[in-house]
């Protein structure tokens, strides 16, 4: 059973269109994110959810817009796709605890997203 | 805010080589730390984590200790093998709240037969 996952895995575009990518979680988790890895490896935070609610919402263009179903799924969409949005884009969850480990992260596959 | 600092890669070893990744943070109170690893072509899966001050985190040969004193959580394997080549990430998260997860910038590992 896959825990974190996303679709597609792969995506190919044009500069200017609008496409979506698709998050499901099946881990019973409270809260889900979306982040961006460039080519450098370097990993960032875009998005939080938590119950369907926005919590985290790091600097990241409007193009860029979640949106939250219900707590198993997250979604990301981005309109008018520019160059520079090539990257893989991560989905992740975890669970609320009052204890320790803190937000220990569960990723997905990841979506290599190719802007032409 | 918090922070996490790792080395620099990529690191290329032999194999049956001694590993370390260094890994220091800054935050607050008592974060909890992680290492996630990155095979080629996948996301991120945990590989060790460690909770509290003196805490050693171990998974698959590897290991960290949380030391508060030195605000680091080094990841250190005995003897590599091929399939260890990967990239890590050190990870910590503070408590309370909504909190993020802050990551240092990956450090590739390589290692060669």
């Not at chain 1, 937000?103 to 290599?112: K, L, V």
């Not at chain 2, 200790?65 to 503070?94: I, M, N, P």
Request: hydrophobic share 30%.
């Amino acid at each position: 059973d896959t825990a974190v996952s996303q679709t597609p895995k792969y995506l190919v575009t044009q500069m200017g269109n609008d496409k979506s990518i698709k998050c499901e979680q099946n881990l019973g988790h409270d809260t889900m994110y979306w982040y961006k890895q460039d080519s450098k490896k370097f990993l960032k935070i875009m998005f939080s959810y938590n119950n369907k609610e926005l919590i985290i919402n790091e600097t990241v263009p409007n193009r860029f817009s979640p949106k939250s179903p219900d707590k198993a799924h997250l979604n990301l969409h981005i309109n008018s796709l520019e160059l520079g949005d090539s990257a893989v884009y991560f989905c992740a969850s975890s669970q609320d605890r009052s204890a320790p480990p803190y937000n220990e992260q569960f990723f997905g596959p990841g979506t290599r997203l190719t802007v032409l | 805010g918090n922070s996490v600092t790792q080395m620099e890669g990529p690191v290329t070893l032999s194999e049956e080589a001694f590993l370390t990744i260094n890994c220091t943070y800054t935050a607050t109170g008592y974060p909890s730390l992680f290492w996630y690893v990155q095979y080629p072509g996948e996301g991120l899966q945990l590989l060790l984590k460690a909770t509290k001050a003196d805490d050693k985190g171990s998974n698959k040969g590897f290991e960290a200790t949380y030391r508060k004193e030195t605000t680091s959580f080094h990841l250190e394997k005995g003897s590599v093998q091929v399939s260890d080549s990967a990239v890590y990430f050190c990870a910590l998260s503070g408590s309370g709240g909504y909190q993020k997860v802050t990551f240092g910038t990956g450090t590739k590992l390589q290692v060669i037969p």
